[in-house]
């Protein structure tokens, strides 16, 4: 065992005696709180599926309506998307006063220094808010733009990552690209053969490329009236104009700089993700600082309100003729233009009906789609957020989009929406945010058809929502679907808990708990307190696709049972003892890492060099709407003489993946995450405290048969009600 180092001694822990028996705790008064925690999670599911057959977003609506509100990330759905929506357009401001109220926290009084005490921090249109806990009162208000000696200190300088062009030549020799200033030149999206011997072929160096993901809006035109031809072109342009006026004044090959404590936010100079990829993909490579000067004086010329007020006004440019008046004044940024080259499936692909080579070309276009939108950044067009989302091709599209984007955000531009907002935009202010929980509900239905094998998939995809103009497109999406569907990992405070959660067995009848107020934290410089030991390939164990190509969801339903003990025959060595605690996203997800473990655990014995003898899952679900086929929840001492705590790499650095991380750790025994969504160097020893300034472990005497969840505990309630019977609901 000389690769595991053993954890220093803990601090004393918490002495706490049961003192009431568990045949008598129903009976007992003080249990009251106990049982309304319990009632939370049971209401909310009751809720939820009561009244009949529904889509898997109206169940994830139903159930967030019923758990109780929290003021930090919830979860969104379209349902719930389009309920604040109807709200807000009935209390909705004229446009001028809408404006100036958006100017509200840009011109309120800042403090000089985050005030002491202990403040949650949230990030919104370039603004860092400090709010007090608990209450989230703002206490105080910083520009990420200014330089803020607590950030900046901290700050790495990091450009975006350049396009990968090079890498992607040869794939794309037959991708067709319509330049900007030929989009400009015709003011709309012309149609694919009016243009073949003006588009761009494969994808250049030197060139800034855009996937534009959109609605048709007729069945033979997709923008019959340039409203989309209009926005794209004046977004493109400003945002060039943003990347001039970042370059002169940080400096062309001056690297922006990130804070990683701030949710990866840049402070300090620095424009959007789209006009930093301009930055470095186009302005680098064809500008020096002398040539630069001319550019950006023009634009200086032209004016920041001029260039902004017409974003926000394409719509009302018809035929483009107040942005070709403003391009005649820059005649130094104009052949700038010709560098950025769009995707538009109407102008990029034949439309039916096609000749034998233009089917051909369809078809090597249509496979590729997903190089496609790695090779271009994507900028999607929003004018209806639930339909765009509500379509299977735009949808799979904007799921493509997070994995594709440089960054993970995607350009999102709203067809009727506010000014196009320059600077960096943050997970909540893009479609990253929307997507990534839409991704929580697919997921579930996927699971649900595979797995459970409960619906056909024509079923799935009704219940989700998805429409297709085509319905023998279904095989390919769906197939697309199952590629990449599965989610980042979401944190919740209303998240259903369910399963077992292991606890080390100190012996003597004593358990190592976490405490009742534990709440996980992360150091400020992003890093954990860990050592990398090796690489396991465990994408297998999220492979849903895989599992259906092998067969083993035709071998029948899968094993659900929260825990699992290996043969003693099968046991049996001089390798330490190990257990695997999965932590995972739903019930769905953890019956198919753990299906996946048990018959590759041979692989993991030999690379901890351990012996393998139980297993165990959490599932921490957001939004439960799938099939849930265990349902309750309860603590179990386990005893081991290694721990691997095992899922996504967000669910295992944090909440419940950090609790058990810290309480093993503090349990001096060895404790080894291993992250199955990354490919490399995934594996890693805790080797500190995980979760600073957070509350400690208790050592919890006289363990008895402990208490079962019948329906699974709330996030927000888990700790407190897990063991600790009889504590105030929170």
Known sequence: MSWLSRSEPPADGVESLLSIPPEKLRRHPRLLSVWRADEAAAKALAYARGGGEQTYDALAYRYLCACPQVPFLGVETLSGLAVRERRQQRARLPDDLARLAQQHDFIAHRRLAVPDGQVRVGIERGLLYAMADPGGEIVGRFPLAVPLRALDGIAKAQDVRPQPTMSLRRNLTASRWLPLDELIGSARFPEMREVASRLARGVLPGRHHVFVSHRWHGVDQPDPDGTQARLVAWHLFASLCEAVRVAHRRGLHTPRRVNHAAMNMPVGMAGSDLAECLLVGVLREVLDAASLTPVAREV???????????????????????????????????????????WYDYSCVPQAPRTREEQVLFRQTIESLFLLQFAGRTLVLLDDVADYLGRAWCSLEAVNSLACTLGGRPDVLLAHGPARPSGPATDAESLRSLVNDRQLVIWRGLLDTELFRLQTREECVRRLGLAMADPGDLPYLYDRMLATAVPNGRMSRQALVTGVVPLPDMGEGKVLIPAPDYEGSQPLDGGRPVRVIGSFDGWGGLNLRGHVEEGHAEAGPADSSPYWSVPEQAAIGTAPTCHIAIVAECEGEAVLISSWIRRHRAELEKLLRVTVVSGSWTAVDPVPVGHLPHGRLRARPVKADVWVVMGKSGLVANDVGQALCRVVFEARLPVVTVSLDLAAENVEQVVGDVAPGAPHSALLSGWGAGYEHPAGLLSMHLYNHLLQWGAPVR
């Open 300 to 342: 200086d010329r032209a004016g920041l309100d001029a260039i902004e007020l017409g974003a926000a006004r394409a719509c009302d440019d018809v035929g483009l003729r107040r942005l070709h008046e403003l391009l005649d004044t820059l005649p130094s940024l104009r052949p700038l233009l010709q560098r950025i080259h769009l």
